[in-house]
C-alpha cells in the first residue's frame, strides 16, 4: 500500500501563494504520472495541474502561469506552488499519484483564498 500526505492548505489573502506537498510512503514502486486536482462542493472534480513522466506536464487554462507542479525524487513528495491566488481557486486539493497500475490519492487539503 502507497500513502499519500498533504500539507500546506490554509487561508490566504487574494493575491497571496501557497505551496502544498504531498509526500508518498509505503510500498513505492515506479511512478509514471503524478496530479493536482481541487473539488469545490456540488461541482465535478477538475484536473489543475499534471505530470506524465517523461511525456509533458498540463496546467488547467484557469491556473496557467500562476501555478507550477514539481517533484523531489529523493523525498518521494511532489509540490504545487500556487501564486496570485484568486477567490476561485478556493477548493479541496488532492494529490493523485500512479505507481505502478494503480491511482493513490490523498486526503485532501483546503485552500481557501479571501479576504
Known amino acids: 500500500q502507497v500513502q499519500l500526505v498533504e500539507s500546506g492548505g490554509g487561508l490566504v489573502q487574494p493575491g497571496g501563494s501557497l505551496r502544498l506537498s504531498c509526500a508518498a510512503s509505503g510500498s513505492i514502486s515506479s511512478t509514471s504520472a503524478m496530479a493536482w486536482y481541487r473539488q469545490i462542493p456540488g461541482k465535478q472534480r477538475e484536473l489543475v495541474a499534471g505530470?506524465?513522466?517523461?511525456?509533458?506536464?498540463t496546467y488547467a487554462d484557469s491556473v496557467k502561469g500562476r501555478f507550477t507542479i514539481s517533484r523531489d525524487n529523493a523525498k518521494n513528495t511532489m509540490y504545487l506552488q500556487m501564486n496570485s491566488l484568486k477567490a476561485e481557486d478556493t477548493a479541496v486539493y488532492l494529490c493523485c499519484w500512479r505507481f505502478g497500475t494503480r491511482d493513490y490519492w490523498g486526503q485532501g487539503t483546503q485552500v481557501t483564498v479571501s479576504s
Open positions: 505530470i506524465v513522466i517523461g511525456r509533458s506536464i
